[in-house]
């Protein structure tokens, strides 16, 4: 797989990076890929069928059985499907069923955007450019929480912090591809950042990789 034209944005959740991936997309017109629904999509449907989210074998069977389709789904973008991701996410069996997956996606001929916590250090380590965008905890629950309430969700900023810090230990604690920064990534902290000003960021580090490749 050449990564020349392959752009992984990594990150905690609620740091704009999903909303930074998609703008890229966008820029450079590119496939983008959500990487952080395949594991909600994995943990929704194991729950709808009774299953439980510590049961690694169970999970990964869930996860060989996605589509494209399947993603569609709107139950997988609500707080319970994100604490169900983060549980799913630490099985490595289920890790290398998706794995497959996103390596195929990273493979499109003339590249791809993906978006999630270990794109950048396990999925797509050659990756032509690699960002992690991270922001302070408050400022990553004021946003979960904007967005949850947003969606007619009842859920108090204090519960939606608690969320991000229990998250973010498990993310980063897990044995099975940690959450961080790979090496080479460039880090972009969206505390004091509008959209805007995010996405313009975003934009340029990937430019300014780009033109260190150029022949």
Known sequence: MSGAQVITVDGPAASGKGTIASGLGRRFGLPVLDSGLLYRAVGVLLEREGGDLDDAAAAAAVAGRLTAETLADPAFRTRGAGEAASRVAVHPQVREVLLQLQRAFAAQAG??????RDMGTVICPDAGAKLYVTARPEVRAERRWRQLT?????????????DIHRRDARDSGREAAPMRPAADAALLDTSEMTIEQAAD????????????QAP
């Open 111 to 116: 590249g791809a955007v993906l978006d999630g």
């Open 150 to 162: 947003g969606q007619g969700e009842s859920v108090s900023l204090d519960e939606v912090l608690a």
């Open 201 to 212: 960021a975003a934009r340029r580090i990937v430019e300014a990789a780009r033109a260190r």
